[in-house]
T-cell receptor, first 112, second 118 residues
Framework: RKEVEQDPGPFNVPEGATVAFNCTYSNSASQSFFWYRQDCRKEPKLLMSVYSSGNEDGRFTAQLNRASQYISLLIRDSKLSDSATYLCVVNIRGGNTGKLIFGQGTTLQVKP | GAGVSQTPSNKVTEKGKYVELRCDPISGHTALYWYRQSLGQGPEFLIYFQGTGAADDSGLPNDRFFAVRPEGSVSTLKIQRTERGDSAVYLC????????????????FGPGTRLTVL
């Protein structure tokens, strides 16, 4: 079983749609959680951290359910520029220190 | 300012050859990480340096893989007797301290080296 599991998609949505991605992680000792974005043939970039209380950054909302070991990302009012692969990431240590464990990634295609 | 740089951007080699991949972290970053990413997969951790020493090398797949960071800045990932299964994008990342545990201690990735073993 993979340590971090995501539906690879692709998710094809029209501009303006709301789309949600989920991931699950297997190690209950995981302490910190992130979503990274990766454009085609580019490096991953931190999109946002995920906190237990849930957090929002503009059109993006991230949620964490520690009991179910489940992380989500909601994108509202999708833009063409949101087309990318979204990587769910966990870390057994606090913060962004040390070994990050990445999911396979979920591909989003936003169509005009 | 300058980000993480990696050279070469592409490397094609033959099975059995030796390769070296170089990473220049962001200036002043003490923590440096190597990951590799196969097609359709997320990055997979290889090794993490804090300064000159390897703090965690648990991701190195076997003894053909070795990495150094002799002066606590530039790092080289070395692969001996390359195999076709080593073909992947090798990503390097750096962060400012790697010890704080702060959520602000972001890992910044370089563009990667695409290694192809024929």
């Amino acid at each position: 079983r993979k340590e971090v599991e995501q539906d690879p998609g692709p998710f094809n949505v029209p501009e303006g749609a709301t789309v949600a991605f989920n991931c699950t992680y297997s190690n209950s000792a995981s302490q910190s959680f992130f979503w990274y974005r990766q454009d085609c043939r580019k490096e991953p970039k931190l999109l946002m951290s995920v906190y237990s209380s849930g957090n929002e950054d503009g059109r993006f909302t991230a949620q964490l359910n520690r009991a179910s070991q489940y992380i989500s990302l909601l994108i509202r009012d999708s833009k063409l520029s949101d087309s990318a692969t979204y990587l769910c990431v966990v870390n057994i240590r606090g913060g962004n220190t040390g070994k990050l464990i990445f999911g396979q990634g979920t591909t989003l295609q936003v169509k005009p | 300012g300058a980000g993480v740089s990696q050279t070469p951007s592409n490397k094609v080699t033959e099975k059995g050859k030796y390769v070296e991949l170089r990473c220049d972290p962001i200036s002043g970053h003490t923590a440096l990480y190597w990951y590799r990413q196969s097609l359709g997969q997320g990055p997979e951790f290889l090794i993490y340096f804090q300064g000159t020493g390897a703090a965690d090398d648990s991701g190195l797949p076997n003894d053909r893989f070795f990495a150094v960071r002799p002066e606590g800045s530039v790092s080289t990932l070395k692969i001996q007797r390359t195999e076709r299964g080593d073909s992947a994008v090798y990503l390097c990342a750096s962060s400012s301290s790697g010890t704080s545990g702060s959520s602000a201690d972001t890992q910044y990735f370089g563009p990667g080296t695409r290694l192809t073993v024929l």
